[in-house]
């Protein structure tokens, strides 16, 4: 079987990471491709913006009815608090080497995945045991 595993960095922009998810879903019906190409996502959730744990529950129901009493709180849009990192996996056959090798030079170089830092693990990279574990871990 013919594997590679893109990953892909959005960093915090989840806009950019829900239209790559919306294109290859897309591509998914379009080409027939349901179980040749699969998509996770793994969310790195940043140490600043988690919350500590020593906060008392008390603490924290007054900290949420503040937010929630406040007018402008509704108006203001969360700030991304996690790193966003698309992984896709392609399971192609041996016979279907020519498609596989079409889609990793595609998926690159289509408008949501171009502007993002990417990283290609092929089948017969030395991560590629580490990447593909990683894969099946995130749900």
């Known amino acids: 079987m013919a594997q590679s595993i ?10 950019a990471a829900q239209q790559a ?27 600043a913006t988690a919350e500590p744990a020593e906060k008392k529950p008390a603490e924290k129901k007054s ?18 608090s996690a ?15 020519l498609s596989h090798h079409r889609w990793l030079d595609r998926i690159p170089s289509e408008e949501p995945f ?7 693990v092929r089948h017969t990279d030395p991560a590629f045991a580490k990447a593909a574990e990683h894969f099946d871990s995130l749900d």
């Open 83 to 97: 790193k966003i990192h698309l992984l896709v996996r392609l399971d192609f056959s041996d016979h279907e080497k």
């Open 63 to 80: 900290a949420e009815k503040k937010k929630a009493s406040a007018p402008e709180a509704k108006d203001q849009k969360p700030e991304p």
């Open 114 to 120: 171009k502007s993002v830092k990417a990283e290609v």
């Open 21 to 47: 998810r919306h294109k290859i879903e897309g591509w998914k019906q379009a080409f027939r491709l349901d179980k040749k190409v699969l998509l996770k996502f793994e969310r790195e959730e940043s140490a």
């Open 6 to 15: 893109l990953v892909f960095d959005f960093g915090t922009n989840e806009e």
